[in-house]
């Protein structure tokens, strides 16, 4: 009996050690991600002062302008926030615009100090990005808005093709959902029945005015929500399709500061 002691007393300490040593945090893409559900009302704001007080389930703001700690004020507040980006464009001023080499930069987007990017050169912008939505994780946010997807179907400067944009798209997705965000699809609706699986829900501007809601039919027929609004439009020219097609719409100003109307 003497002789088991030093046995019994090492499984003790062995047994101890195993109920009290934490278990690992688990890795980002090993978390359910949120899944949004189609008809969520939500607010965009991406210039002026923030109002955190739109009594709205989904927040949609600029992920660089926005510290970890308006995310978690709003967490407090009930909202899921989607981290805007712009994936498909770069912006002269961002603090890692300088880290953008020039054969990478193309036409201007119509926007000042904006340019799209050579969506090819995976090379050089998929760490770029890899960083950038880590940055949205690290603040706390919910999902990803990554702007400037259509650049295929624009005067970018480069000989972009359908097969290039589908490729760099789902790339933007793997980086959002690797680390346990949701992504959406902004706008490239022609591409919406490839792109399907791999977003979880779709922003868009204008389809109203265009007359392009019916193409973002599928998000909604698959339970995700369509995050949509109109500028120029008023609420009764688009309200009633809207409704139809199950979109959670607005009215904003071009400048997308907390001016909204909804449907």
Known sequence: MRRLLPLLAALLLLATACTTTPAPDPKPEETERWRPTAGL?????????????????VYDIDGFDHSAATVADLHRRGRKVICYLSTGAWEDFRPDADRFPKSVLGRSNGWAGERWLDIRRTDVLEPLMAERVEMCRAKGFDAVEPDNMD??????????????????????????????????????????????????????????????????????????????????LTLPQFCPQARELGLSSLRKRYALDAWRQSC
């Not at 704001?45 to 007080?53: C, F, I, N």
């Open 41 to 57: 009302a939500w607010q965009w704001q991406l210039s002026g002062r923030l109002d955190p007080t739109v009594d709205v389930p």
């Open 151 to 232: 650049g295929y179907r624009n005067r970018t400067g480069f000989p972009l093709t359908a097969a290039d944009q589908l490729a760099y798209n789902r790339l933007i997705a793997r980086l959002a959902h690797d680390r346990g965000l949701a992504v959406g699809l902004k706008n490239d609706l022609d591409q919406i029945p490839q792109l399907l699986p791999d977003f979880d829900f779709a922003v868009n501007e204008q389809c109203a005015q265009y007359a392009e809601c019916e193409l973002l039919a599928p998000f909604v027929a698959a339970g995700k929500p369509v995050f949509h609004a109109e500028y120029e």
